[in-house]
T-cell receptor
Framework: DAGVIQSPRHEVTEMGQEVTLRCKPI?????LFWYRQTMMRGLELLIY????????DSGMPEDRFSAKMPNASFSTLKIQPSEPRDSAVYFC????????????FGSGTQLSVL | DAKTTQPPSMDCAEGRAANLPCNHS???????VYWYRQIHSQGPQYIIH???NNETNEMASLIITEDRKSSTLILPHATLRDTAVYYC???????????????FGQGTELSVKP
């Protein structure tokens, strides 16, 4: 299996622009998580899905952030409009029922908002 | 979920055992102990988890004290590639509450030195 695939690996954008991060979970996994990591705040859980349905989005910082999972093999995290404080590494992870806490993480997207 | 306390950093000589402690004095009866690590510029990686018995896999051993208030992750023969941040997380399994939400703390930065 190719593991969790995230794209792009790096994204540089200007303040105010829309940013879309993409994730393909491991086939057969029914849980998907979006995390954000910064030096100041560490790893923060933003939102997670079960069977494509958002279960807990309490970590989403503002209305500028939105996440979707249109099918079992694809999810997006969108920031509109982006701000410099959104600069971080964004990780996607997936897991499956029965061993939900055994997360498999992608390589992350390094986002820089200028 | 129970709070965990880990030392911010530790050193270990290459080839020696690395023993990483974690205190979780408020752990409750149905909460498991999970360990992850994050190598620089990569996503976190699951290592091992346990409830009350000691556990071992190809990566590490997990020793949980009888009162379950603390645990130790053991890397039996540390290599330079084990240099990473190690996270100890305590939470009930997903069957007891909704989802497998994992909250990462600051972890222990382990430096394996030649």
């Amino acid at each position: 299996d190719a593991g969790v695939i995230q794209s792009p690996r790096h994204e540089v954008t200007e303040m105010g622009q829309e940013v879309t991060l993409r994730c393909k979970p491991i086939s057969g996994h029914d849980y998907l998580f979006w995390y954000r990591q910064t030096m100041m705040r560490g790893l923060e859980l933003l939102i997670y899905f079960n069977n494509n349905v958002p279960i807990d989005d309490s970590g989403m910082p503002e209305d500028r952030f939105s996440a979707k999972m249109p099918n079992a093999s694809f999810s997006t995290l969108k920031i509109q409009p982006s701000e410099p404080r959104d600069s971080a590494v964004y990780f996607c992870a997936s897991s499956r029922t029965g061993v939900v806490e055994k997360l498999f993480f992608g390589s992350g997207t390094q986002l820089s908002v200028l | 979920d129970a709070k965990t306390t880990q030392p911010p950093s530790m050193d270990c000589a290459e080839g020696r055992a690395a023993n990483l402690p974690c205190n979780h004095s408020t752990i409750s009866g149905n909460e498991y102990v999970y360990w992850y690590r994050q190598i620089h510029s990569q996503g976190p990686q699951y290592i091992i988890h346990g409830l009350k018995n000691n556990e071992t896999n190809e990566m590490a051993s997990l020793i949980i004290t009888e009162d379950r208030k603390s645990s130790t992750l053991i890397l039996p023969h540390a290599t330079l590639r084990d240099t990473a941040v190690y996270y100890c997380i305590v939470r009930p399994p997903s069957i007891y509450n909704q989802g497998g939400k994992l909250i990462f703390g600051q972890g222990t930065e382990l430096s394996v030195k030649p």
